[in-house]
Structures are given as structure tokens and as C-alpha cells.
């Protein structure tokens, strides 16, 4: 059974930092291209970024390039989102999603529960 | 960007009725390799979002053949034969052909 548990969120100030995690489990992670996706409160979806299975390739929304940074860690099968100069407007629930394959990215199969993130002072 | 544009955004279904939602891209979905990347998911109350279709009308597994994907193009559709109490939610449609990744602003359906 495939499993998403996201971690690392909480309360920061304004123009802070946060880096989520992402443990993942049921499936070969390293071959697998994952995603974060979010969700402001009573707000619709919104994808953030992706990165393929071997960790080369990463693509971002532009909401947040060059502030975001995804990465991972298949020794330890996580994902990660590292999220520097933080806004109100980055206040969200953020979800770690798997995708269909290792360079397949047109599709979101497997979401987990989310973690909150609340920028404010 | 590939917007996404749902309709209606609020639909009051009776039980035991048919409910349709209809998701329309600005831009062909068709991708080079000749798929159309185009999802469906369902976001239940206090849940995070789960797929129910995946490639216009492919449905995921263990989710209940009364939910049909059709379209082509840039006009696509979400059909439920006969909503269920536990059908309420909001259900979004999702692009994966283009980056970014786009989603519609979501179809609340709730019974009348």
C-alpha cells in the first residue's frame, strides 16, 4: 500500500524558512517522479513543483521559483521542499503527491494528508 | 498557462440523480506521445484529495463505476450516474499535459 506522510510544517514569520518532508513507503520510491502540491485555506489546488525519479530534472510554479527548492533522498525514500522568503500568501496545507512513473508527470496518483504551513508574525 | 475552467462551481444534487461537470483547457491537452493527461479528483470533507480518473476516462481502482471521464481536447466531462451521500465533496480537474500543472477551481457537490 502506498503511503505519503508530509512533516515540517508549522508556524514561521514572514520571510522565513520551512523544509518539509515527505516519508514514503508501498512503492519503489527512486524510480518514481514526485510532486508538491497546496492548498490555501477554502481554496482550490495548486501544484508547486516536481522533480523526476532519479532526482535530475525539477520544475517549479512561478509562484515560487527561485524560493523553492524540491529535492530528494531515495536512500532514505523522502522527499523534500525547501521554502526560503515566505509570505502570507504561502500560508497552505502542503502535499506530497506521487506520479505515474519516473519521468511521467501528467498525472498526481497518490496524495498524502498534508502538513500545515502558516506564515504570519 | 493552461487555465482550467470548471462548471458549475456549485451543484445541489438529489439522491439517487445523475450530476455532470464539464472542464474546459485553453489549450489542447493532447500531448506529443498522443495521450491526453487529464485527471479527475475528488477532495471528500476534511480529506486530502484523491484521484478518480486519470487520462480523460480511465478510472482509478476501487472507485465506483457510477463516476465516467469522456471528453477529448479541450472539453471534458465528469459524469455521476446516481450521486451517493458519500459523493459530497468538490472535485477538481487536473492538466498534466503542459507546465505548469493546472487544476480547475474546483465543482462542490452537495445534496439538495
Known amino acids: 500500500e502506498v503511503q505519503l506522510v508530509e512533516s515540517g510544517g508549522g508556524l514561521v514569520q514572514p520571510g522565513g524558512s520551512l523544509r518539509l518532508s515527505c516519508a514514503a513507503s508501498?512503492?519503489?520510491?527512486?524510480?518514481?517522479?514526485m510532486s508538491w502540491a497546496r492548498q490555501a485555506p477554502g481554496k482550490g489546488l495548486e501544484w508547486v513543483a516536481a522533480?523526476?525519479?532519479?532526482?535530475?530534472?525539477?520544475y517549479y510554479a512561478d509562484s515560487v521559483k527561485g524560493r523553492f527548492t524540491i529535492s530528494r533522498d531515495s536512500a532514505k525514500n523522502t522527499l523534500f521542499l525547501q521554502m526560503n522568503s515566505l509570505s502570507a500568501e504561502d500560508t497552505a496545507v502542503y502535499y506530497c503527491?506521487?506520479?505515474?512513473?519516473?519521468?511521467?508527470?501528467?498525472?498526481?496518483?497518490?496524495w498524502g494528508r498534508g502538513t500545515l504551513v502558516t506564515v504570519s508574525s | 498557462d493552461v487555465v482550467m475552467t470548471q462548471s458549475p462551481l456549485s451543484l445541489p444534487v438529489t439522491l439517487g440523480q445523475p450530476a455532470s461537470i464539464s472542464c474546459k483547457s485553453s489549450?489542447?491537452?493532447?500531448?506529443?506521445?498522443?495521450?491526453?493527461?487529464l485527471n479527475w479528483f475528488q477532495q471528500r470533507p476534511g480529506q486530502s484529495p484523491r484521484r478518480l480518473i486519470y487520462k480523460v476516462s480511465n478510472r482509478d481502482s476501487g472507485v465506483p463505476d457510477r463516476f465516467t471521464g469522456s471528453g477529448s481536447g479541450t472539453d471534458f466531462t465528469l459524469k455521476i450516474s446516481r450521486v451517493e451521500a458519500e459523493d459530497v465533496g468538490v472535485y477538481y480537474c487536473?492538466?498534466?499535459?503542459?507546465?505548469?500543472?493546472?487544476f480547475g477551481q474546483g465543482t462542490k457537490v452537495e445534496i439538495k
Open positions: 522533480i523526476s525519479g532519479s532526482g535530475a530534472y525539477t
Open positions: 487536473m492538466q498534466g499535459t503542459h507546465w505548469p500543472l493546472t
Open positions: 508501498g512503492f519503489t520510491f527512486r524510480s518514481q517522479a
Open positions: 489549450q489542447s491537452l493532447v500531448y506529443s506521445d498522443g495521450n491526453t493527461y
Open positions: 503527491a506521487k506520479c505515474p512513473g519516473s519521468t511521467s508527470y501528467g498525472s498526481l496518483e497518490y
